[in-house]
């Protein structure tokens, strides 16, 4: 057995601490050889899934997820080492309420032990250890931890590992700690990054032979020294570029800059636009030209953990030819937290594409809320939902009788967005979900592949439902473009192409009215509801106490909607859709106590060798 690591001549545990680890040694010696003989990962499951945590890159995280076990193996990289590093799990990104994993030592021996904290941040020792640690290895890049742990553990300290975006959570230990306990969260180096933990397990479809490729790259642009940077930047197709089918992109990340590229998307300029002025620059920038405001259709997006993005081999999303625009706008979300100066930058991304169309054009399809201030948000609320619908009027009229197939989603709300979902239902029953986040963040927005292909049918119904948070608000938050208005919006990308391009809601503008009106004889307050007043200055007279909040939740569940459905014109008053049936929510398998680690904290060798 190699001897226990020494980082410094620091004083050892309390007698009680050095009495449990005592009675609890045999056992933890036989799971470190038990780990070291079984090794890391299976050798066929490789961990394919890299992520920096930390601005620096001095923690980079590696992953790969096993759906038959339902579990993640973990591997945590550890540069330039100190005294340890605490790694989790949080709702938001927060370290209270987090599950944790921390690596630590007092002076004379390192542990490894399965954690959490409470609301105060202060961090205790889980009795139920859940990470289960299988290698601890020196590397010529620094330390790696190799941890595995399962998607649900029935623990209600455990943070449930689901579909969606995850917030992890690092620290960086600058000290020895007597204990696990003695570790003050508060005092130390954290840091947040969000990720989609369970990759969708797809197949990667080979590229045809005659595939071409086109970079899309900011042109070595030095990356502002400031924390968040939107940087736009216009390429133009070459001229007489004819129709082709993008197959697959994926990102280009400068070397170095891995930790700063937050998220990229190239969006195609309106087909109207036969030319746009070339510009390099902050997307907030006084001199981008007004025209780069028309260039919202999304081609490509990606952001941290993801990988390369493949159309189904059926399908491919056009562009080029008559009828589409030759410009195209790369932004990048530079986030330099810590002011880093003088990094210059090329990256962006690169799309194969082929002259050979594919049986299919991808669509891609606006679902959600109709851009408009009488879907709102009362002030100081913690979870309030607004839904939109594309009801089955809307797809018995616009979706082939084959229907349209699914393959991939982006989520998008703005700041207060805290979760969105989007179930398919037919006959009345909610059938199944098409995409989920319990965990969204407006930080975090990529195009996922779904897991499994979703087929919609004409007289489906698709709804979409957003929650929010405005605690942090004074004022009732409406919907509209602005950063501080709201969205509700899932574009979801599918095929074959139709002509339906958003099937979306909002409650009837005259049973809104009625709302304003009501409150006002109710409250005997001074609401205005005169024709002058815009809705969003009415929402601004609202007092907003329970009775008015309940009203406008009540409104907004049963009142009639305005739909838009672009195959038509917009259909007034109509009733919202019946669900006689919904999902039931799916129940965690919780693992065996033979997969578990020991009860108390392991004990670790960090040495020069393998450990």
Same mark, same amino acid.
């Given at each position: $057995? ?14 009680? %601490? ?29 961990? +394919? ?10 923690? %980079? ?10 579990? #993640? ?6 540069? @330039? ?51 289960? *640690?299988?290698?601890?290895? &020196?590397? +010529? ?7 595995? @742990? ?17 917030? *992890? ?6 000290? !020895? =700690? ?11 180096? $954290? ?16 590229? !045809? ?26 390429? %133009?197709?070459? /001229? ?6 993008? #197959? ?18 190239? =969006? ?20 981008? !030209? ?35 625009? &030759?410009?195209?706008? *790369? ?17 962006? #991304?690169? *799309? ?5 169309? &594919? ?18 948000? +009362? ?83 698709? #709804? ?8 942090? &608000? ?26 339906? %391009? ?28 005169? !024709? ?25 569940? =049963?009142?009639?909607?305005? $739909? ?26 919780? +693992? ?17 060798? /393998?450990?």
């Amino acid at each position: $057995m190699p001897a226990l690591s020494r980082w410094a001549s620091l004083p050892g545990p309390s007698m009680r %601490e050095a009495a449990f680890m005592y009675s609890t040694a045999v056992a933890i010696f036989l799971v470190i050889l038990v780990a070291a003989l079984q090794g890391s990962a299976p050798r066929e499951s490789p961990l +394919p899934y890299h992520i920096p945590l930390d601005p620096e890159g001095s923690l %980079e995280l590696s992953w790969n997820v096993s759906y038959t076990q339902e579990a #993640i193996h973990f591997q945590l990289l550890v540069r @330039r080492l100190k005294a340890g590093v605490l790694f989790g799990m949080s709702d938001r990104g927060e370290l209270e309420n987090a599950d944790l994993v921390v690596l630590w030592t007092d002076g004379d021996t390192a542990y490894f032990a399965d954690a959490w904290s409470d609301q105060k941040g202060q961090i205790h020792l889980d009795p139920q250890q859940d990470y289960q *640690l299988l290698q601890v290895q &020196r590397t +010529p890049e620094g330390l790696t931890l190799l941890f595995k @742990r399962p998607f649900g553990t029935c623990d209600p300290k455990d943070y449930l590992i689901e579909d969606g975006t995850v917030h *992890l959570v690092y620290g960086i230990l600058e000290e !020895p =700690f007597r204990s696990l306990e003695a570790i003050n969260g508060s005092g130390l180096q $954290m840091g947040l990054q969000r990720v989609q933990l369970l990759k969708p397990n797809i197949p990667e479809p080979e590229l !045809p032979s005659d595939a071409c490729t086109m970079e899309v790259q900011a042109p070595n642009i030095q990356i502002p020294s400031q924390e968040t940077t939107y940087w736009c930047y216009i390429k %133009e197709l070459p /001229k007489g570029f004819s129709r082709h089918h993008i #197959i697959k992109y994926e990102p280009i990340v400068t070397k170095g800059n891995e930790a700063l590229v937050h998220h990229m998307e190239v =969006f195609q300029c309106a087909p109207e636009m036969d030319s746009v002025p070339h510009f390099s620059g902050p997307c907030d920038s006084k001199m981008k !030209p007004d025209r780069l405001n028309y260039c919202r259709h999304v081609l490509a997006a990606w952001a941290l953990g993801a990988k390369a993005f493949y159309y189904p081999e059926e399908a491919g999303l056009a562009f080029g030819g008559p009828g589409s625009s &030759r410009y195209l706008r *790369l932004e990048v979300h530079y986030h330099n937290p810590l002011v880093i100066e003088g990094r210059n930058d090329s990256s962006g #991304i690169r *799309l194969y594409y082929t002259a050979k169309l &594919r049986r299919f054009n991808a669509g891609i399809m606006e679902l959600g809320l109709v851009y408009t201030p009488v879907m709102a948000i +009362p002030p100081r609320e913690t979870a309030f939902i607004l839904t939109g619908y594309c009801t089955d009027k809307c797809t018995q009229l616009a979706l082939p009788p084959s229907g349209i197939h699914i393959f991939a989603s982006q989520l998008h709300t703005h700041l207060t967005g805290r979760k969105v979902v989007t179930v398919l239902v037919r006959d009345g029953r909610e059938w199944e979900i098409v995409n989920q986040d319990n965990h969204y963040s407006p930080h975090f927005q990529e195009i996922r592949m779904l897991k499994k292909v979703v087929s919609v049918h004409p007289g489906d119904v698709l #709804i979409t439902s957003c929650t929010y948070n405005t605690e942090d &608000r004074e004022l009732a938050t409406v919907g509209g473009f602005g950063i501080l208005e709201e969205m509700c919006v899932n574009y979801v990308h599918y095929y074959p192409q139709t002509q339906l %391009e958003l099937c979306k809601s909002a409650v009837d503008a005259g049973f809104l009215q009625k709302y304003f009106h009501l409150i006002n004889r109710f409250n005997n307050e001074d609401v205005c509801t005169c !024709p002058q007043a815009s809705v969003s200055q009415q929402f601004t007279s609202v007092p907003w106490n329970s009775f008015n909040r309940d009203v406008l939740k009540a409104l907004y569940s =049963f009142a009639p909607i305005s $739909m838009h459905c672009n195959k038509s014109s917009a259909v007034r008053f109509q009733p919202l859709p019946k669900v006689i049936s919904t999902l039931e929510e799916p129940t965690p398998q919780c +693992p065996t106590s033979q997969g578990r680690s020991p009860a108390g904290p392991t004990v670790v060798s960090i040495g020069g060798g /393998k450990g």
